[in-house]
């Protein structure tokens, strides 16, 4: 049996898309920083809450329906994150977080990828 090379191609180019959408959507949420929290029990991590955030569903994993994100503080760049997030809360600036699409750090809330404040 031969197929039409066009069936063919579009075929392939069809599976490759498919194949090649991410398995989870990041969260995206837009806000002011309501809370920040760190536990002993959880050692370097922090947990973000906005409030009222205007958000995209978080990764399927997200449902802890309290907490937005976490934030592992292991690199400079966590601990930079970090300061940012305490400085937007201080001032009052809106933010917008984007998750990384996973729960690796803290089983049922999304890590945090990207930050950003806003004026």
Known sequence: MTINRSIWYRLLASLSIV????????GHAFGHVAEL????????????????????PSAPCGNNGYWQFVLTLQSTV???????????????????????????????????????IYP
């Open 37 to 56: 929290a760190f536990s002993k029990t959880y050692g370097n991590i922090v947990f973000i809450r906005l409030d009222s955030p205007n958000s995209v």
């Open 78 to 116: 966590d601990k930079g994150m970090y300061a940012a997030l305490l400085a937007a809360q201080l001032s009052g600036k809106a933010v917008q977080l984007d998750g990384t699409g996973t729960c690796t750090d803290v089983g049922a809330i999304e890590s945090l990828n990207n930050l950003n």
């Open 19 to 26: 194949l090649s959408a991410p398995a989870w959507a990041e």
